[in-house]
């Protein structure tokens, strides 16, 4: 069972916006603005969409964008393509003892 | 352009222990800007942190897995280890090495992936 809460699978059709969420609890992503997202293509290892909730490592599309509400924060991808297709992972800093959660991972499907 | 790269066997025996290697191109290990991690991935399922070094050899483990985790860096061939004692078929999994920015937990860049199989 993973530490963060994400759906498992959100599906959207190109052109479009869709959002996936983050869920965890007031010592992780409550507490801190250390939230990073990821992407991943099957077969291949993830990559730095979002980290500190909002900023984007250069080269990062405009298009993934961050934000954080309570314990719940949450990835949106706008103007959908089907090569978003992928799967999403979210982590957090959770202190000085567990250090990093993650959450479950959630498949996008692209329409 | 920051590249990793992991090395080590693919196959282990229960109860052995799993032996990897990053190998770190494109910028000092020493750098101040990067800790450096493993995370990895049962097939099928989601990722896992396992822990991060400093080039200090300062380390942060995942408590699951502390007691059985060695973290070390080697600076003088760029190169940071992981040693994961006493695995079982539970450890089978994709291990990626990473940078990790400015801290434990923001995983930059990462290595291709390396399997490693337990199994007798």
């Known amino acids: 069972q993973s530490a963060l809460t994400q759906p498992r699978s959100v599906s959207g059709s190109p052109g479009q916006s869709v959002t996936i969420s983050c869920t965890g609890t007031?010592?992780?992503?409550?507490?801190?603005?250390?939230v990073s997202w990821y992407q991943q293509h099957p077969g291949k290892a993830p990559k730095l969409l979002i980290y500190?909730?909002?900023k984007r490592p250069s080269g990062v599309s405009d298009r993934f964008s961050g934000s954080k509400s309570g314990n719940t924060a949450s990835l949106t991808i706008s103007g959908l393509q089907a090569e978003d297709e992928a799967d999403y992972y979210c982590?957090?800093?959770?202190?000085?003892?567990?250090?990093?959660?993650f959450g479950g991972g959630t498949k996008l499907t692209v329409l | 352009q920051l590249q990793l790269q992991e090395s080590g066997p693919g196959l282990v025996k229960p109860s052995e222990t799993l032996s990897l290697t990053c190998t770190v191109s494109?910028?000092?290990?020493?750098?101040?800007?990067?800790?450096w991690g493993w995370i990895r991935q049962p097939p099928g399922k989601g990722l896992e942190w396992i822990g991060s070094?400093?080039?200090?050899?300062?380390?942060h483990y995942n408590p699951s897995l502390k007691s059985r985790v060695t973290i070390s860096v080697d600076t003088s061939k760029n190169q940071f280890s992981l040693k994961l004692t006493s695995v079982t078929a539970a450890d089978t999994a994709v291990y990626f090495c990473?940078?990790?920015?400015?801290?434990?937990?923001?995983?930059?860049?990462w290595g291709q992936g390396s399997l490693v199989t337990v199994s007798s």
């Open positions: 990473t940078s990790v920015l400015g801290s434990v937990f923001r995983f930059h860049h």
């Open positions: 494109g910028d000092s290990i020493s750098s101040d800007t990067y800790y």
């Open positions: 070094i400093y080039h200090s050899g300062s380390t």
């Open positions: 007031s010592s992780d992503v409550g507490r801190y603005d250390y």
């Open positions: 500190d909730v909002i």
């Open positions: 982590n957090s800093y959770a202190g000085s003892y567990t250090f990093v959660a």
